[in-house]
């Protein structure tokens, strides 16, 4: 619905850098490239609730990672490169191993990506 595609341009202008014209254009294509594979069988959904669930958490790993590493290492900036490489890693890690355990690791692979990333920028107060 229009809330739906509000809101992700809103997000996507802010991630991609671009403006919110060309946010809902992106965004408004990839609904139409999305429907195109009949989103109501079952196998696009369970597709769908498995790359979910491969990526959630490791996104959690990061963004609990960076606030530990904001309180305890006193950093003042983030570091996107390392928020997005501990994203990626923490979500092929999830999906190689899978199951419960994926959740784990890939919470886990998330935290020590973007700690790892804060150490190496140097980014302190």
């Known amino acids: 619905n229009d809330n739906n595609l509000y809101s992700a341009t809103l997000n996507a202008s802010r991630v991609l850098r671009v403006s919110r014209g060309t946010a809902t254009i992106i965004c408004a294509s990839a609904g139409a490239i999305f429907a195109a594979f009949n989103p109501a069988t079952m196998g696009v959904i369970f597709s769908i609730l498995i790359l979910m669930g491969t990526t959630a958490p490791a996104l959690g790993g990061v963004v609990l990672g960076g606030f530990i590493c904001r309180a ?27 199951s419960i355990e994926g959740i784990v690791v890939g919470f886990v692979v998330g935290v020590l990506a973007i700690a790892t990333a804060y150490l190496v920028s140097g980014e302190r107060r």
Do not use: C, D, E, R
């Not at 305890?72 to 999906?95: C, D, H, N």
């Open 72 to 98: 305890i290492m006193g950093a003042t900036k983030p570091v996107p490169v390392g928020a997005w490489a501990g994203w990626l890693v923490g979500t092929a890690a999830s999906y190689q191993i899978g």
